[in-house]
């Protein structure tokens, strides 16, 4: 099955956080608080999929407050922060989205994503992920995480579904009502 056939099934888009949607940076002040850089052009991938009836969330291992805000922005439909066994996540969201492994897409970077990467119908790598976990995506980000990866792997899939022209109807009618 070549890459534009696996996106074609596709019906919800799952990221990692640390190192997908961001660099991987995380500045840490004295005080203990944590500051991370998130892509806009990655957001508006997001709304986009969202326009179109695309589901969407994040999976990620770690646990910050400020996720909980860019998430609840960018209205993701699943946020599982601290999460050790991704898999299990998958396997409960599949179930209560009535979706099979095939419909969800998911894109990471390191080790913890691998075994939801190996069962997913889409699987995407940033470009400076582990080279383990390159091994068994199927699609290749060009750009790194927290650098539009995330937003290349969304508009591949947008393409693959071909609704570019929903798309731009869809923004239009927003930009209207404001
Ligand atoms: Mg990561």
Known sequence: MTNSERAKK??????????????????VFSSGEELKAYHVRDGMGILMAHLVGLKTGVITGKT????????????????????????SILDDICQR?????????YIGDDL????????????GAVADAHPQVKNVCHFIATKPGGRG?????????????????????????????K
């Not at 596709?10 to 500045?27: P, Q, S």
């Open 10 to 27: 596709i019906k919800m888009i799952l990221m990692d956080v640390d190192g997908t949607l961001t660099d991987g940076t995380i500045l």
């Open 64 to 87: 910050s407050p400020a996720l909980e805000k860019r998430a609840a922005k960018l209205q993701l439909d699943e946020i599982h922060q601290g999460i050790m066994d991704k898999k």
């Open 97 to 105: 989205h009535h979706l099979q492994p095939t419909e969800i897409a």
């Open 112 to 123: 913890g994503d691998l075994e939801v990467l190996k069962r997913v119908g889409l699987a």
């Open 149 to 177: 990866a995330v937003r290349e792997f969304i508009d591949f899939i947008l393409t693959a579904q071909d609704k570019w022209e929903e798309i731009e109807e869809k923004l239009t009618e927003l930009t209207q009502i």
